[in-house]
C-alpha cells in the first residue's frame, strides 16, 4: 500500500485481519507525522500523530512507526472493521520552520466480510 | 460543539463566475487553510493564513482568492481565471503557527463548473 505518486494505491484486507499501510515521506528534515482517514465525500480524520524523536506510538487499535533513516512511516491497524474502509494520508511537517502540511497522495483501505 | 464548518456543500457555478466558499471556526484557531483535492489525489495548499489580516499563497493559489478579516472566518473566492474549478475544496484550521498539532478539516465543499 506505498503511496506512489498520482495513481491512488489500494490495499484489500478482511475483515478481523490487521492492515499496514506505508507512506513514504519527502524531507529529511520533518520532525513532526500525522495519520488521516478521509471517507467518502467527507473531510479528512485524525487518526495519530508522532515526533520525530519516537519510532513507535500506539492508539486505540492503530500503531504509528516512524523509520527516519529511509524516510518510512507506517499505520497499522488492527483487527481491521467495515468503518475502517477510506482513504489514508500521511502528513509531514517542520515545526517551527514552515507553515504547512505536506500530504501524500493517500491509500484506499477496502475491508471486505 | 467546536469545530469547523464549511458552506455550501455542493456548488454549482457557471462558467465566467465568481463563486465564494465559507469557512466558520469557532476553535479560536490562529491559523487556516484552503486545499484543493481532485479525485484520486492528495490535498494541494491553495492559501493559508496565520493572523487575521494577513495570508500566503500556497501551491496552487492562481485563480484564487482569499481573505481574512475576522479569526473565525477564511473565505475562498474561486474567481473566472481559475481554468478548471471543478474540485472538491477543503478547509482546515490549526491552533497556532509552528505547534506540532494536527490540522482539523471541515467536510467539504465539492464545486462543479457547469
Known amino acids: 500500500g506505498e503511496s506512489v505518486g498520482l495513481h491512488l494505491p489500494t490495499l484489500s484486507v478482511q475483515e478481523g485481519d490487521n492492515s499496514i499501510i506505508n507512506c513514504a515521506y519527502s524531507n529529511s528534515a520533518s520532525d513532526y507525522f500525522i495519520w488521516y482517514k478521509q471517507e467518502s465525500g467527507k473531510g479528512p480524520q485524525f487518526i495519530i500523530d508522532i515526533r520525530s524523536n519516537m519510532d513507535k506510538r500506539q492508539g486505540q487499535r492503530v500503531t504509528v512507526l516512524l523509520n527516519k533513516t529511509v524516510k518510512h512511516l507506517s499505520l497499522q491497524i488492527a483487527a481491521t472493521q467495515p468503518g475502517d474502509s477510506a482513504v489514508y494520508f500521511c502528513?509531514?511537517?517542520?515545526?517551527?520552520?514552515?507553515?504547512?502540511?505536506?500530504f501524500g497522495t493517500g491509500t484506499r483501505l477496502q475491508v471486505f466480510p | 460543539d467546536g469545530g469547523i464548518t464549511q458552506s455550501p456543500k455542493y456548488l454549482f457555478r457557471k462558467e465566467g463566475q465568481n463563486v465564494t466558499l465559507s469557512c466558520e471556526q469557532n476553535?479560536?484557531?490562529?491559523?487556516m487553510y484552503w486545499y484543493r483535492q481532485d479525485p484520486g489525489q492528495g490535498l494541494r495548499l491553495i492559501y493559508y493564513?496565520?493572523?487575521?489580516?494577513?495570508?500566503q499563497k500556497g501551491d496552487i493559489a492562481e485563480g484564487y482568492s482569499v481573505s481574512r478579516e475576522k479569526k473565525e472566518s477564511f473565505p475562498l473566492t474561486v474567481t473566472s481565471a481559475q481554468k478548471n474549478p471543478t474540485a472538491f475544496y477543503l478547509c482546515?484550521?490549526?491552533?497556532?503557527?509552528?505547534?506540532?498539532?494536527?490540522?482539523?478539516f471541515g467536510p467539504g465543499t465539492r464545486l462543479t463548473v457547469l
Open positions: 502528513a509531514e511537517n517542520m515545526r517551527y520552520n514552515t507553515d504547512k502540511l505536506i
Open positions: 493564513s496565520q493572523i487575521v489580516n494577513d495570508f
Open positions: 476553535l479560536n484557531h490562529d491559523a
Open positions: 482546515a484550521s490549526q491552533r497556532r503557527r509552528g505547534a506540532d498539532n494536527e490540522q482539523f
